[in-house]
């Protein structure tokens, strides 16, 4: 039993929401031993992590051995169980707030970030002037996360935007339009967005970019863009996110779902 309990544990409630939704992906052998740990400490272990930006060695030792809270998370982001948590937990929200399950509108932004010394995947943004990565997010009109990945911070917005798109040609049906900034700007891209979907489907995507006005001075509120900023905002305040610290980038995006998965059982279990 932890003996401390920190401000980014989960709930009882909030664990009651989280507990069916990876209880599937923990299987165990015909003749392997049951867990030693409790399941709710692990994924507190990882929580902690996340939001103090500290490494896996220095956990805690109310929290399990570090390397068996590590064992699973990497377990978890093998088999994509965040990804599929991720997606579950967004359904319940959208409905919650009167939505359908899934989104028929989609905003889409890139953030590049600095790197640490660890080796991996990295490039330079020359227009950010950032040596890192790219975290490149796509989220409905509520915020929440639909997609990410994470690339070298020298792709492009539009050649990122490729990677990150191509997957909802079948996962997600509805999506209808995509909104993003003058970075996808570009008849190549829109008409690769168009061409996603062959004709069988009910309807194409569209990409609509939303521009400052070459006028404007100062800080401009441009229609939907501050909703994908609002998102980045929130992962954000989870210091293991302030810079990308990890070897693979499979981690990265496992990490910034889990921060999602935290945000929307807090507004679940309220």
Not at 81 to 107: D, F, H, Y
Not at 215 to 233: A, D, K, M, N, Y
């Amino acid at each position: 039993m932890k003996k401390t309990n920190y401000p980014s544990d989960l709930s009882d409630l909030e664990w009651n929401l989280f507990e069916p939704e990876l209880r599937g992906s923990i299987k165990f052998g015909v003749f392997g031993r049951p867990p030693v740990y409790a399941l709710r400490e692990i994924v507190n272990g990882c929580l902690y992590l996340l939001k103090t930006g500290c490494q896996w060695r220095f956990l805690p030792r109310d929290f399990p051995p570090y390397n068996v809270v590590f064992y699973y998370f990497n377990r978890w982001r093998k088999n994509k169980i965040l990804e599929k948590v991720n997606e579950s937990l967004a359904k319940k929200v959208r409905v919650e707030a009167g939505r359908n399950e899934e989104p028929s509108v989609a905003i889409i932004d890139s953030q590049s970030a600095k790197t640490s010394e660890q080796r991996g995947v990295k490039g330079y943004d020359a227009g950010k002037k950032v040596k890192g990565r790219k975290r490149h997010i796509l989220t409905d009109y509520l915020g929440l996360l639909i997609s990410v990945v994470v690339h070298s911070a020298d792709i492009q917005d539009r050649d990122g935007a490729k990677i990150l798109l191509e997957p909802l040609e079948f996962s997600r049906p509805r999506i209808e339009k995509i909104i993003g900034d003058g970075g996808y700007a570009g008849e190549a891209l829109a008409d690769w967005i168009y061409e996603l979907r062959d004709d069988e489907h009910e309807n194409q995507i569209e990409l609509e970019i939303v521009k400052r006005s070459d006028l404007s001075q100062g800080f401009e509120l441009l229609p939907h863009r501050w909703i994908v900023e609002r998102t980045l905002s929130w992962l954000a305040k989870n210091r293991r996110l302030s810079k990308d610290y990890e070897i693979f980038t499979t981690t990265s995006e496992a990490l910034i779902q889990l921060a999602m998965i935290k945000i929307m059982l807090k507004r679940l279990a309220t």
